[in-house]
């Protein structure tokens, strides 16, 4: 029985080795339309929370109001969708950027604010689902917003800075 579950285990990891070679492959191949095309529209209110939401990291409502400014569960699934699309950008551009080398520690700090905007996410979605009380989803929603915003904030620098050709077209996408 021991080798038997020895081989599934292997042949399990293999697979998914191969899988994971395959998908990597494939987004390193995208081009910047294929990974804008990735980008959830902004029609869940966004822009009426925070004030130059690209260039800084203040957001102008309270966590009461947040709710229904993103148009709750819409807006915080279309943040928890764009986090990892816009980390994928900052990488784009961090590549194919006009040649100056984009730090390391900003690329770093905008894949953690994607990890920590898809936590707070998903904490805000299960605390509106099973939660009475609607007030730990509205401030878990305010802490994801906050996050969303100084992320857009980390990449605006960074386009800014390290690929001026880009920032045109990130602008766009935005």
């Known amino acids: 029985m021991l080798p038997l579950f020895q081989v599934l285990f292997t ?21 910047w339309d294929d990974i804008v095309a990735k980008l959830r529209p902004n029609d869940w209110g966004y822009e009426g929370v925070a004030h130059k939401y690209l260039y800084s990291e203040q957001v102008d409502a309270t966590p009461e109001d947040i709710w229904t400014r993103i148009s709750g569960a819409k807006g915080l699934w279309a943040m928890y969708m764009n986090a990892p699309v816009l980390v994928q950008l900052a990488d784009y551009a961090s590549e194919y950027g006009d040649g100056t080398q984009v730090p390391e520690e900003l690329l770093e700090g905008i894949r ?13 979605l299960a605390q509106h689902v099973f939660a009475r009380s609607s007030v730990a989803a509205r401030v878990s929603a305010h802490r994801a917003t906050v996050a969303y915003t100084a992320m857009l904030a980390r990449m605006t620098t960074a386009f800014q800075e390290h690929s001026t050709l880009l920032f045109p077209k990130f602008l766009a996408a935005m």
């Open 11 to 31: 042949a399990a990891m293999l697979a998914y080795a191969g899988y994971w070679r395959r998908r990597q492959s494939k987004r390193r191949s995208e081009t």
């Open 112 to 124: 953690t604010d994607a990890f920590h905007i898809r936590m707070c996410v998903l904490v805000a």
